[in-house]
């Protein structure tokens, strides 16, 4: 998940749409639902439900994850290049005046729920 900085800073559950490389070299997507397990404060690890999104989702989300990752690709060090992203997900999200979690229902609408 490339974006685990919103995450990690709020420690709530996350849905997200993650792009998945099987060990045959293909790829799939997911919709994942994430939360971490926190004992005595303290983050110690996640677990994630994944499902598998529909063709209109992943249509919809497919050229905003290409765009992120043109925005990554753009830079030479890995810290810049999810800053880079990061910015662009953020101006995405407010293009359409949503958060993240309305942007990823709006995309996943009622399959996700």
């Known amino acids: 998940m490339r974006h685990r900085r919103r995450f990690d800073r709020q420690r709530n559950e996350i849905f997200a749409f993650v792009k998945n490389l099987s060990s045959d070299g293909a790829h799939y997507w997911v919709l994942a639902h994430v ?13 994630s439900n994944r499902r598998a999104p529909d063709p209109a989702s992943i249509a919809a989300i497919t050229p905003i994850y290409e765009a992120l990752l043109g925005a990554e690709r753009a830079c030479t060090r890995p810290h810049d290049a999810l800053q880079a992203s990061q910015q662009l997900l953020d101006q995405v999200l407010a293009e359409r005046s949503v958060t993240y979690d309305e942007f990823v229902w709006s995309i996943a609408g009622k399959e996700g729920r």
């Not at 971490?36 to 983050?43: K, N, Q, S, V, Y």
């Open 35 to 47: 939360t971490p397990t926190i004992i005595d404060g303290r983050t110690i690890g996640y677990h």
